[in-house]
């Protein structure tokens, strides 16, 4: 399975995550998020894990020259898209830069899953996410989670990584009912929005390991 430690901003969070199995780490570059970072710092993130994980870029309707700034100063390994990407933006910007494409969509109700059937085969990855409440600036790194039973009946095929609300006391609810491919986290690592905690980046793993060990069982 796996792990993506999401909105990381300082060599101590990065080499925390790395040190836990991070399959993924992820920068954020969202001026309106608390876990915004700039194109160079991320950088010199990406080298230090080089090797060691695969670099997501986090973009939410960015522009050409934006992700043409990102992806020649970052060179990550995939393109997060958190907005609202359509189908075509999605297929062009796999073209452009020739990197995969995970594709974010936010899910509170049965009805929001229509989605996933039109993304499939598109993107090369699916990440659910909860749905924001009306009026936040951010599309994801809230902290809410939503009802993961929704996803009992997605075709275990799909590859998609399960976000939104996760933490260490609720990650062994969460895939005995999902059943994800992979897990993305960011604001249940942080002591204070944008800051993370390398205590609770290790406890998240820890609770991780235990999860999959009595899954196992």
């Known amino acids: 399975m796996d792990i993506k430690i999401c909105g990381l901003g300082t060599e101590e969070a990065l080499a925390a995550a790395i040190a836990g199995g991070a399959s993924h780490v992820g920068f954020?570059?969202?001026p309106k998020s608390p876990r915004h970072i700039e194109p160079a710092e991320a950088g010199h993130l990406r080298k230090l894990a080089s090797g060691k994980a695969q670099a997501v870029a986090v973009t939410v309707d960015a522009d050409d020259a934006t992700l043409d700034a990102i992806v020649k100063a970052v060179a990550p390994d995939m393109l997060q898209l958190h907005g609202a990407e359509s189908l075509a933006r999605v297929t062009k910007l796999k073209a452009r830069y020739g990197l995969p494409v995970m594709k974010a969509l936010s899910i509170r109700e049965k009805s929001d899953l229509h989605r996933v059937a039109d993304y499939t085969g598109i993107a090369d990855r699916l990440l659910f996410d909860a749905k924001p409440?009306?009026?936040?600036?951010?599309p994801g790194g809230n902290g809410m989670a939503f009802d993961w039973r929704l996803l009992e009946g997605i075709d275990p095929a799909i590859p998609y990584m399960l976000s939104g609300g996760l933490n260490a006391a609720n990650?062994?609810?969460?895939?005995s009912t999902a059943r994800p491919s992979g897990i993305d986290i960011s604001s249940g690592v942080e002591s204070t929005p944008g800051?993370?905690?390398v205590r609770l980046i290790e406890a998240f793993f820890r609770a991780v390991a235990a999860a999959r060990?009595?899954?196992?069982a």
């Open 28 to 30: 954020i570059f969202f």
């Open 133 to 138: 409440p009306k009026g936040a600036e951010l």
């Open 171 to 175: 990650i062994a609810e969460a895939l």
């Open 195 to 197: 800051v993370k905690d």
């Open 213 to 216: 060990e009595n899954r196992a």
